[in-house]
């Protein structure tokens, strides 16, 4: 059993700052990738930024050059830095990784959501 969670969401001003983190626990083998994801209101779920084993990142385009995905592979633990915020930033987001259980078994992971609000 594999469990994500997510830490550091709450309420921002527009152009502010926060972090969020999220913790993998159970059995796990290795993670292929890990990162995050959004649900607007009214909106389908979203890549915001993932962070592969290899290192390799992808990022949504309205986020590139605001946000910052960092993993620390020893503690299974992915992190989202979230500079120059904005209220279209607003959601839940979600914490996601790709993880092999055991060698041969893989499975698609998500956390339960924390929630970003950016408002004055």
């Known amino acids: 059993q594999v469990q994500l969670v997510e830490s550091g969401g709450g309420l921002v001003q527009p152009g502010g700052s926060l972090r969020l983190s999220c913790a993998a626990s159970g059995t796990i083998f290795s993670i292929v990738d890990m990162g995050w994801y959004r649900q607007a209101p009214g909106k389908e779920r979203e890549l915001v930024a993932t962070?592969?084993?290899?290192?390799?990142?992808k990022y949504e385009d309205s986020v590139k050059g605001r946000f910052s995905v960092s993993r620390e592979n020893a503690k299974n633990t992915v992190n989202l830095e979230m500079n120059s915020l904005l209220p279209e930033d607003t959601a839940v987001y979600y914490c996601?990784?790709?993880?092999?259980?055991?060698?041969?078994?893989?499975?698609?992971?998500w956390g339960k959501g924390t929630l970003v609000t950016v408002s004055s």
């Open positions: 996601y990784a790709r993880l092999y259980s055991t060698p041969h078994a893989w499975g698609d992971y």
């Open positions: 962070r592969n084993s290899g290192g390799g990142t």
